[in-house]
C-alpha cells in the first residue's frame, strides 16, 4: 500500500542545500540586492514546484516588481502563480501598513492562519520570508521577542521561514541574538550554499 | 572552541580551549531582558540579578526603580547598602513620589546596613551559611508579615562590599548563598557590583565568577549604546561576522545567564580570539 504520509521534509531550492525539515526557520545575512535574489528566487522557486504556498514580503533592495521579474527569469509563471494565488508578493509598507494592529503573538497567530488556509486549499504548506531592513537600534529588542515568538511556535507546522537580515546592517551583537533565535543560518561561501547550526538546531 | 588567522589573515579554527570548558553554558529556555528597567520592574521569582556598575548614580536609581515597581506591585521590599546608599536609594523614591516614612512604617521597606551584616555574617573571612540562613529567614519572615504582602525584592551590596575590602572569595561565596535564599524564599535578590567592563584580566575572573553566579546581567546603563559600541569595535577589529567566525558565534553557548548580547558578544571574543580581545575591549571603552 503507497504511503500517503505527507513528508516532513521539502526542497530548499538553494545549490549545494538538499532538502529542508517543515517548520525550519532560517535566516541569512545577505550582501547587496544580488545576493538577495540569488537567495529567494531559487527558494521561491522550489516551494511552487513543492506546491507550497509561497509568500513573499519584499522591502527594499528588491521591491515588488524586480522580485517578480527575477522570478520570471528564473523560469517560473509568475503570473499564473499571482493568478491562483499560489503565490503572493506584498510590499513591506502595504503589509505593514494592514498589519501595524498585530504585534507579537498575533503575528505569529496570522502566520498559523496562513498555514491552516493553505493546508485548506489543498497546498503541502507555505514558504514565506521577510527582509528585515526597517528595524532602528530602539526596535530591535522587540523585533527578537517576535522572532522568538516564531522560533518556537512554527516548529513542527507545514512552514518554511527564511529571515534575511542585511549584512551591512547588523553589528556582530545583532548577529548573535538572530542567530541564537533561528534553527539554522543559510551562508554562501562560494558559488554553493550551506547550512550552518547551532544551539537551536 | 578558538579562531585564529593564518598568514593570509583568512579566519580559521584552530582547536579547542581549555578555559571554554570551564564556562558555564546558556540555558536554551532562558528567559531574556531587553532593557533593565523592564528587567527591574517585574523580576521572575526566585531570579539573582547583578547590576554591573561604574557611577554611584545607577546604583541609585536602578534600586529606586526596583523598589517602587515592587512597592506598587504590593511586594515587601528589603534594602541592605551602606547608610550613604541607602540615603541615595531614598531620595531616589521621594522624588518617585513614593511616601517613603508611610511604607517603612507599615513594614512594606526595610533596610539593613551592610556593614552590621557583614560583621553577624563572617566567620575567619568567610561567611557562615548557617549564619547568613539565619539571617535571612527572620528578614523574610518579617518582611512578609503574615502574607499581607504578595511577593519579597531584596536588593543588597555586601558581595560588592566584602569585594572593594579585597575579599572575593567571600563576596562569591555570599552570591552562592544568595541564590539559595532566592530560590527558598521565591524572592527576587538585586546584586549591585562596581567593576570595570573594560578591564580585560576581569573577564578570566571576577567579572565572569560573578556573571556565572547570577541568572540575569546588567551590563550598562544604557544597552542601546553599549550594543553600539561593541558591534563597532568588533566590526572595526574583526570585520564582517562570517565563514569561522559565524560559524563559531553559532556554536558558541555562551554564559548561563541572561545576557545581553553585546556584553556576550564580548564574552565571544575574548574565548575564542583571545589574541584579538585586548584590541577590541580598548576600542569599545573609547566608544561606550
Known amino acids: 500500500m503507497r504511503d500517503t504520509t505527507p513528508s516532513n521534509l521539502t526542497d530548499c531550492g538553494l545549490p549545494g542545500i538538499k532538502r529542508i525539515p517543515y517548520g525550519v526557520h532560517m535566516c541569512h545575512f545577505y550582501r547587496g540586492r544580488d545576493e538577495l535574489a540569488a537567495v529567494l528566487v531559487p527558494y521561491f522557486a522550489a516551494g511552487l514546484r513543492n506546491r507550497e504556498r509561497g509568500i513573499w514580503i519584499v522591502a527594499e533592495p528588491l521591491h515588488a516588481t524586480e522580485a517578480k521579474l527575477e522570478l520570471a527569469q528564473a523560469g517560473v509563471d509568475v503570473d499564473t502563480a499571482l493568478a491562483d494565488a499560489s503565490l503572493i508578493v506584498r510590499d513591506f509598507s502595504d503589509w505593514y501598513a494592514e498589519g501595524s494592529r498585530l504585534h507579537g503573538t498575533a503575528v505569529v497567530d496570522f502566520w498559523l492562519a496562513?498555514?491552516?488556509?493553505a493546508l485548506a486549499d489543498g497546498y503541502a504548506g507555505i514558504r514565506i520570508t521577510g527582509n528585515v531592513t526597517f528595524l532602528t537600534p530602539e526596535t530591535w529588542s522587540v523585533?527578537?521577542?517576535?522572532?522568538?515568538m516564531v522560533q518556537k511556535a512554527f516548529s513542527g507546522r507545514r512552514i518554511v521561514t527564511l529571515c534575511t537580515y542585511p549584512a551591512d546592517g547588523c553589528g556582530a551583537a545583532n548577529v548573535l541574538d538572530v542567530v541564537h533565535r533561528h534553527s539554522c543560518t543559510l551562508e554562501r561561501p562560494d558559488e554553493g550554499w550551506q547550512i550552518l547550526t547551532g544551539l537551536s538546531a | 572552541m578558538r579562531v585564529g588567522r593564518d598568514?593570509?589573515?583568512?579566519?580559521h579554527y584552530t582547536g579547542s580551549s581549555a578555559a571554554a570548558a570551564s564556562i558555564p553554558r546558556l540555558r536554551k529556555d532562558h528567559p531574556r531582558h531587553a532593557s533593565w528597567q523592564e528587567l527591574l520592574a517585574a523580576p521572575v521569582p526566585e531570579s539573582h540579578i547583578l547590576q554591573i556598575y561604574d557611577n554611584d548614580d545607577f546604583v541609585a536609581s536602578g534600586v529606586a526603580h526596583y523598589a517602587a515597581e515592587g512597592l506598587s506591585r504590593g511586594d515587601a521590599v528589603l534594602l541592605t547598602g551602606t547608610e550613604a546608599r541607602l540615603r541615595a536609594v531614598r531620595r531616589e523614591l521621594l522624588s518617585k513620589d513614593v511616601?517613603?516614612?508611610?511604607?517603612v512604617g507599615r513594614g512594606q521597606l526595610s533596610t539593613f546596613d551592610v556593614r552590621r551584616t557583614v560583621a553577624a555574617l563572617?566567620?575567619?573571612?568567610?561567611?557562615?551559611a548557617a549564619r547568613y540562613e539565619v539571617l535571612a529567614d527572620a528578614a523574610v519572615e518579617k518582611a512578609r508579615a503574615g502574607g499581607r504582602f504578595s511577593g519579597v525584592r531584596w536588593w543588597g551590596e555586601t558581595p560588592d562590599f566584602l569585594h572593594r575590602q579585597g575579599n572575593a572569595a567571600a563576596a562569591l561565596a555570599v552570591e552562592d548563598l544568595g541564590s539559595a535564599a532566592a530560590r527558598k524564599h521565591g524572592a527576587a535578590v538585586l546584586c549591585s557590583f562596581l567593576c570595570d567592563r573594560f578591564d580585560p584580566h576581569g573577564?578570566?575572573?571576577?567579572?565572569?565568577?560573578?556573571c556565572c553566579k547570577h541568572s540575569h546581567v546588567i551590563p550598562a546603563e544604557?544597552?542601546?549604546r553599549y550594543r553600539l559600541a561593541v558591534n563597532r569595535a568588533i566590526a572595526e577589529i574583526l570585520g564582517e561576522i562570517k565563514g569561522p567566525l559565524l560559524q563559531s558565534l553559532l556554536s558558541w553557548k555562551g554564559l548561563a545567564c541572561d545576557l545581553p548580547s553585546s556584553q556576550a558578544q564580548l564574552f565571544w571574543v575574548r574565548e575564542t580570539l583571545p589574541d584579538q580581545f585586548h584590541s577590541v575591549l580598548a576600542r569599545v571603552k573609547v566608544y561606550a
Request: proline share 3%; glycine share 8%.
Open chain 2, 122 to 128: 563572617l566567620e575567619g573571612g568567610m561567611p557562615d
Open chain 2, 203 to 210: 573577564y578570566d575572573g571576577i567579572l565572569r565568577d560573578m
Open chain 2, 99 to 103: 511616601d517613603y516614612d508611610a511604607v
Open chain 2, 222 to 224: 544604557d544597552y542601546v
Open chain 2, 7 to 11: 598568514e593570509n589573515h583568512h579566519w
Open chain 1, 143 to 148: 523585533f527578537m521577542e517576535y522572532e522568538d
Open chain 1, 114 to 117: 496562513e498555514e491552516a488556509r
